[in-house]
């Protein structure tokens, strides 16, 4: 009893300050009807602002008030600058965008204070009070203050204010707001600003509680938010409140009596399961337009078109690039004898992860190109596929036995998750996978008994091949050949796919699901359909990938690793399959060169993503 008291006190006090990111996500959602991945970002540099003025010897209090006050500036300028342009783009441009603000200020992050975690001053860690069989840090209670006066405070500029009230008006109706003459833009980076300063208080207090700050703690906390805010209702800011404290207390039970590994898992399950059954949460109410749940009491289902924007504007048109089998066979000659160019190994080696990456590129085209489903933890199928290939080889079977395990299991799991998620649409879709991405990686990291852990794989063999005994995958131009034989006709086979009657449905799905139901198009099946398929081409991908590294570990698998492969496919044109070839080379070579500024690789990957969504939505080719 007296264990079970502590935990839930521990709860209660990390809830607080998963309910303050809960808040600020609410509050920009029922403004903007955007979900800001970039609150996560602004909770870390929250606490390396903090940071930074207490090593230039200003009081933790004053450095804590200065770090909110950047942090929201900052907001503002991202609303400004990077997502007001996107206002009219399709829905999933400004989604993307702030994905891609995630990553770059992730990024400038480690170069500015360098990756590795810093100790950050909590002076209130020290007292302690008991209440009852448990105690509470001095620092539980200061967080627990900080959080009410914070909650308080925009409590009552939300009802007392004229700016708070017209926040909330917005968030009701936005056109009526407009039309008495408010001006809504200010409001929006009103929302953002606020959204901002919550995030940066938070990321101060984690900095505390945890007593130190590392750049890369923004997106785990900042999802966390998130699921707090959807736990209570979305659209709900009682109900942030509500999430917040009920993902803390479950939080800290499960580390209390299941273990440390299970905190992450039982945060992103709980995601995975209200983002299914349950969209509008626990307060929300059923109006799911803007969040894009399919089980909104009004009936409507939003669109997932790629072609027409968010003010119902379609793109304007381009020339699109399409595959050619004179062409195709021209890519093919050039491809294979590059091995037998007097170029180095290291070249080789970029030329078969260009393949392994465009491999994966026409698998997540078939997905969220053609059938609309935008998959954000795509390197969760990749990461699998890795691992099973690695484990059959080390069991002694064949190179091409190994390859066929990691697709079946792929395959079998993006099955079961298609199962899932094929009623699901919209921002509701985009982020059930993220959940699913990150579960995935989480189970890596933490079944070590079959994974190894954080250590991962070592010395994985490179087999032969059944019907050719006598070769080797020794040689990087043996694991080149088989590579580019494999995208070949797994090329060809999504080719001939996206032509067929399935791609023509998948992209009548994709632009508009109510029709295709009415049509009678069986929606469900097809998109389980393009979920296995897009899970076969991620297993052989990562199987090769397993065969090239001989080492592999869950850090090649993270979230930056999916969000290459949709820049890919973004960059390229999503649906156009000779796009998604063109944008894996585009991405793969462009950063070797520029190997002197290695550190810089995700801050070019999101400038690249954000400018593609910005100037050229419809990508290098064109969307199909």
Not at 141 to 153: D, E, K, R, V, W
Not at 172 to 179: C, G, I, L
Not at 375 to 394: D, E, H, M
Not at 547 to 575: E, N, Y
Request: net charge positive; glycine share 12%.
């Amino acid at each position: 009893m007296i264990e079970f008291l502590s935990q839930i006190l521990n709860g209660l006090v990390i809830g607080n300050v998963y309910a303050l990111v809960a808040i600020g996500f609410s509050l920009i959602f029922g403004v903007t009807n955007l979900i800001n991945f970039a609150q996560g970002s602004l909770l870390m540099l929250g606490a390396f602002f903090a940071y930074t003025g207490v090593r230039l010897g200003l009081p933790l209090a004053a450095a804590a008030v200065v770090s909110v006050a950047v942090a929201t500036a900052i907001g503002m300028l991202i609303e400004r600058v990077a997502l007001r342009p996107l206002e009219n783009a399709p829905w999933i441009a400004p989604l993307l965008s702030t994905l891609a603000i995630t990553f770059m200020l992730d990024q400038a992050a480690e170069i500015i204070w360098t990756p590795e975690a810093h100790s950050f001053p909590s002076p209130l860690s020290r007292y302690s009070v008991t209440i009852g069989a448990a105690y509470v840090t001095g620092m539980d209670g200061a967080i627990l203050a900080i959080s009410l006066a914070s909650m308080t405070a925009l409590y009552l500029f939300l009802t007392r204010s004229w700016a708070g009230r017209a926040l909330r008006a917005m968030s009701q109706d936005m056109d009526a707001v407009r039309q008495i003459g408010v001006r809504t833009d200010r409001l929006r980076l009103l929302a953002f600003g606020l959204g901002a300063a919550l995030a940066a208080i938070a990321g101060v207090m984690i900095a505390m509680y945890y007593q130190s700050v590392y750049p890369q703690m923004g997106v785990p906390f900042g999802l966390k938010g998130f699921t707090a805010a959807l736990l209570g209702g979305l659209a709900s800011i009682p109900g942030a409140v509500v999430g917040g404290l009920l993902l803390g207390v479950l939080e800290a039970l499960a580390v209390g009596y299941i273990g440390e590994g299970f905190r992450d898992m039982v945060a992103f399950g709980i995601l995975l399961v209200i983002l299914t059954f349950r969209p509008q949460g626990l307060l929300g109410d059923k109006r799911l337009n803007a969040l894009g749940g399919s089980r909104g009491a009004s009936g409507v289902m939003p669109s997932t078109s790629i072609l027409i924007g968010q003010g119902g504007q379609p793109l304007p048109p381009v020339r699109r690039l399409s595959m050619s089998y004179p062409l195709l066979a021209l890519a093919v000659a050039t491809c294979a004898v590059l091995p037998l160019l007097p170029v180095s190994p290291y070249i080789v080696q970029i030329g078969l992860q260009i393949v392994i990456f465009a491999l994966l590129a026409a698998g997540l085209t078939m997905l969220s190109g053609a059938s609309g489903i935008m998959f954000l933890g795509f390197s969760g199928f990749f990461g699998v596929g890795a691992y099973v290939a690695a484990l059959v080889a080390k069991q002694g079977a064949t190179a091409d036995l190994s390859l066929l395990a990691a697709a079946l299991a792929c395959a079998a799991l993006a099955g079961l998750v298609g199962l899932i998620c094929a009623g699901l649409t919209g921002h509701v879709v985009g982020l059930a996978t993220l959940a699913v991405g990150v579960l995935i990686w989480l189970v890596l990291l933490n079944w070590t008994d079959v994974t190894g852990g954080p250590n991962g794989i070592f010395g994985i063999p490179r087999p032969p091949l059944s019907f050719l005994p006598g070769t080797s995958l020794a040689s990087i131009s043996a694991q080149y050949w088989l590579a580019v034989a494999i995208l070949v006709l797994m090329v060809l086979a999504v080719g001939r796919l996206l032509a067929s009657p399935i791609g023509l449905s998948w992209r009548a799905i994709r632009e508009d699901r109510i029709a295709a139901h009415a049509a009678g198009l069986p929606v469900r099946r097809y998109l389980v359909t393009a979920f296995v398929l897009s899970g076969l081409c991620a297993g052989l991908a990562g199987g090769l990938f397993a065969f090239l590294q001989r080492f592999i570990s869950p850090d090649s698998f993270r979230l930056d690793t999916s969000f290459l492969m949709v820049a890919i496919i973004v960059l390229g044109g999503l649906g156009n399959l000779t796009g998604a070839v063109l944008g894996a080379v585009a991405l793969i070579v462009l950063p070797e060169t520029l190997r002197d500024a290695a550190e810089f690789r995700m801050i070019l990957f999101g400038a690249i993503l954000y400018l593609t969504l910005r100037f050229r939505p419809q990508g290098i080719a064109g969307v199909r």
